[in-house]
């Protein structure tokens, strides 16, 4: 296999910050060498520390700043690095390189995120996810700051901090943690009917993703294309991963944030050192200007999505990810991304959301990465040249050579000098824009409903019914009955029966009146229309001493060439021993393997003298068919089927040779769920 993580220009680039301190002697930070790293300079064995004890300072104040602030938003993160290769030219619609030369590999940092919680919180809480591009690109920096759903709470970023306030922890108490299932998100989201379509797709699925390779992204503003000849077009941006668009169920979200908080970052990290790259293509919706007005719903309004059947999404490239990080802290904690991060070609629509995110990233980087100079950090630097007039500040690593500082400048003969357009000097889409000075929103932003009663169409049964689970729960939290009785209320504007179901389980009055007039659908939008492959699925594989080894081999060897990611459990750690001297290795055993970290179970033999191997084992069985997963037996594992009456039913496999058995597992794999069981 290529390794592809050396074929980067970003990486050749941090190959210059790369420290590797094996072998190495111990200094202090100015390069001297310590002799001692335990023991304090005091006066005397028993005496006072000395405040001369150089060594000591540099070590305890270096580790008092050891943590910047977190995220207000996206705090917790993981990241990684990899390339985008276009596959067909878009000049027809921007002249941004990145988009028009399908030669070019261009090097990525991808950082995917929860919103909601604190950098301590675990990765499956029930939340809208950050999926944040950075394209180091010969012409600047290029920051794609996505998140995996395609419409916001938000109409206006005015109303940022409230919204961020309403879903973060009470204040009073600070609780809960990583969870909108409280009073005054609720309130918010009651008294903020904008929102409406954003908090369906919050109780769907899409906010419990199955992993970070299976999660769509979406760029949730419109954007502009800028061709050569000043031609603009409206752009949505959208990731769509290779594996499919898939989620867990609650109840295993529930259980992972405590068995494996880290589920989907542990899942990232090991695709990708296994040689799993996740691949996710780009593709966009392009409206031409003159169509701006054609829709039923304002382009401008970040509440609103382009349903891919009236614009579809065209694919345009991929991009894979090669390379986890070296350092956390380095990379993926100090990353600093920016929407107003462009090139030429790339440009802003006047979305009000837009427009404050604008403002908000530069001014958040400011205060978490300590002054102006965050763009000179390893991770944030451009891989091309950058010249300018800015000087000084906190953590300033350029050392500008020259007096001049300033511009014009007769001095330096007028340099560094503004580029033309021709020259590749950015220049903004030149918009006619006149108008009062007014705080107004128009009326075309106040449809709240219609999408969110799309949304809803557009779900299969399962796919609804989580959704009813979801606000049952969530609502079922909340303390405040005029709070719950208002959302119910409110809800009923999206669909009538909706809204009785969950007033019916969160004990309010169910509404008598209301429902959208909205009967189209997008099917698009439904996880059950997206791919179906088995690719990188992870298999618990169940097995005691005395398994059929041929037949177990030859099932393993044929996963392992459909992509499979077999992991054995038994009863101990280390080898387990089959017929015909087939030996596996068990890297998990009965008290650190649980259903929820896999997508299929395989129960090889039907039989241990441990106890407690059995108990488990038939737990670890029942939950994952109750989560509707996939489950194989054969020979003596048929009998713990049998024993549980699964035998024969949708998605468990018994029967057949060896290959067809395979076979099947396999096909029943690549449908994530059986939720006709």
């Not at 409406?196 to 294309?225: C, K, L, Q, Y």
């Not at 970052?265 to 695709?271: C, G, K, V």
């Not at 609103?304 to 059947?309: N, R």
């Not at 020259?402 to 000097?425: C, D, I, M, Q």
């Amino acid at each position: 296999m290529t390794d592809k993580r050396k074929e980067n220009e970003k990486n050749e680039q941090l190959d210059m910050f790369r420290v590797d301190d094996k072998g190495k002697y111990m200094t202090t930070n100015q390069g001297l060498k310590v002799s001692e790293d335990e023991l304090s300079l005091t006066a005397g064995v028993r005496g006072p520390t000395l405040m001369e004890d150089f060594h000591f300072r540099e070590k305890m104040t270096h580790f008092d700043h050891e943590r910047i602030p977190e995220r207000v938003v996206h705090a917790r993160g993981f990241a990684a690095h990899g390339e985008f290769q276009l596959y067909e030219s878009m000049e027809r619609y921007t002249k941004a390189k990145i988009f028009t030369d399908t030669s070019k590999k261009v090097p990525v940092f991808v950082r995917f995120s929860t919103v909601n919680g604190s950098k301590g919180s675990g990765d499956t809480a029930r939340d809208a996810r950050g999926f944040a591009t950075k394209f180091y690109t010969d012409e600047g920096n290029y920051d794609l700051v996505a998140n995996n759903i395609p419409v916001f709470f938000i109409q206006d970023g005015i109303k940022f901090p409230d919204v961020v306030h309403s879903f973060k922890p009470e204040p009073h108490n600070d609780i809960p943690q990583a969870s909108t299932a409280h009073d005054n998100f609720w309130d918010f989201v009651a008294n903020n009917p904008e929102n409406a379509h954003m908090v369906m797709w919050v109780m769907s699925d899409r906010a419990i993703p199955r992993s970070f390779r299976m999660m769509e992204g979406f760029g949730v503003n419109t954007f502009r294309f800028v061709n050569a000849s000043g031609e603009a077009f409206f752009i949505k941006f959208h990731w769509k991963p290779k594996l499919g668009v898939h989620s867990l169920v609650w109840d295993e979200a529930q259980k992972l944030m405590g068995i494996d908080p880290d589920f989907h970052r542990n899942d990232l990290w090991e695709a990708i050192e296994r040689g799993d790259y996740p691949e996710y293509e780009l593709g966009v919706q392009i409206v031409p200007q003159a169509d701006e007005f054609k829709f039923d719903f304002d382009l401008l309004d970040a509440t609103k999505l382009i349903p891919e059947e009236e614009v579809p999404v065209k694919i345009i490239g991929k991009m894979t990810l090669t390379k986890n990080v070296d350092n956390f802290f380095a990379e993926t904690e100090q990353v600093a991304f920016h929407p107003g991060n462009v090139v030429p070609g790339i440009d802003f629509t006047n979305d009000p959301l837009l427009q404050a995110r604008l403002f908000s990233y530069v001014d958040t980087q400011l205060l978490r990465l300590g002054g102006p100079n965050f763009h000179e950090i390893p991770i944030n630097r451009p891989i091309c040249p950058f010249h300018n007039n800015q000087r000084d500040g906190f953590h300033r690593q350029t050392i500008n050579v020259g007096k001049v500082n300033y511009h014009r400048n007769s001095l330096a003969g007028n340099t560094p000098v503004p580029a033309s357009p021709e020259e590749g000097g950015y220049k903004h889409y030149e918009e006619k824009v006149e108008g009062k000075k007014i705080r107004r929103r128009s009326k075309s932003f106040t449809d709240f409903f219609s999408q969110a009663k799309l949304f809803w169409n557009s779900m299969s049964a399962p796919e609804k019914k989580h959704i009813i689970d979801a606000f049952s729960f969530e609502l079922g939290k909340v303390k405040s009955r005029s709070v719950r009785q208002q959302n119910v209320d409110l809800f009923a504007n999206v669909d009538l029966e909706l809204a009785k179901t969950i007033a019916r389980n969160i004990g309010v009055k169910p509404p008598t009146k209301g429902g959208a007039p909205v009967t189209k659908a997008s099917p698009a939008l439904s996880q059950l229309n997206t791919t179906m492959t088995a690719k990188t699925r992870k298999v618990a594989i169940i097995v005691s001493d005395g398994f059929n080894g041929p037949l177990v081999k030859t099932v393993l060897d044929y996963w392992k060439k459909e992509g499979l990611v077999p992991e054995i459990i038994s009863e101990d750690l280390g080898p387990v021993k089959g017929t015909n001297g087939v030996e596996l290795e068990a890297t998990q055993n009965v008290y650190t393997a649980q259903s929820v970290l896999y997508d299929a179970v395989f129960m090889v033999r039907g039989s241990s003298t441990d106890r407690m191997f059995n108990e488990k084992a038939a737990y670890f069985l029942d939950e994952a068919y109750r989560h509707k997963k996939t489950i194989g037996a054969i020979g003596e594992g048929r009998r713990w089927l049998e024993v549980n009456h699964m035998v024969n039913k949708p998605g468990v496999i018994t029967n057949g040779s060896p290959i067809e058995f395979a076979r099947d597992f396999v096909n029943a794999v690549a449908k994530h769920r059986h939720w006709n069981r």
